[in-house]
Nanobody, 126 residues
Framework: QVQLVESGGGLVQAGGSLRLSCAAS????????MGWFRQAPGKEREFVAA????????RYANSVKGRFTISRDNAKNTVYLQMNSLQPEDTAVYYC???????????????????WGQGTQVTVSS
């Protein structure tokens, strides 16, 4: 079992930045791929970014590529999402997700991830 706790959300003006953190606890000694998803009101939960357990492979949704950066510190069991040049359309609840995997594998599908955090609200004002 893995428990995930997100932090770092908040209100920011368009063009601003936020850094989200997701701390993992529990059985974290095995390889765990991690991802960030977001869900805006009335919309489906969508993929934002993912990182393999080895941290050498990452993937981004086209809508955030070049603005968001996912990274992880395995010593701290924490994954980060640095969000720059935020726009009102980035407003959503952001969720951290994790699942056991090989060192280099991750998924873009929310159905693949077994563990989820409670979410953190990000609001971008225009």
């Amino acid at each position: 079992q893995v428990q995930l706790v997100e932090s770092g959300g908040g209100l920011v003006q368009a063009g601003g930045s936020l850094r989200l953190s997701c701390a993992a606890s529990g059985r974290t000694s095995s390889s765990i791929a991690m991802g960030w998803f977001r869900q805006a009101p009335g919309k489906e939960r969508e993929f934002v970014a993912a990182i393999a357990a080895s941290a050498d492979t990452t993937r981004y949704a086209n809508s955030v590529k070049g603005r968001f950066t996912i990274s992880r510190d395995n010593a701290k069991n924490t994954v980060y999402l640095q969000m720059n040049s935020l726009q009102p359309e980035d407003t959503a609840v952001y969720y951290c997700a994790a699942s056991y995997s090989t060192s280099s594998y991750y998924s873009l599908s929310r159905l693949w991830y077994k563990y989820w955090g409670q979410g953190t609200q990000v609001t971008v004002s225009s």
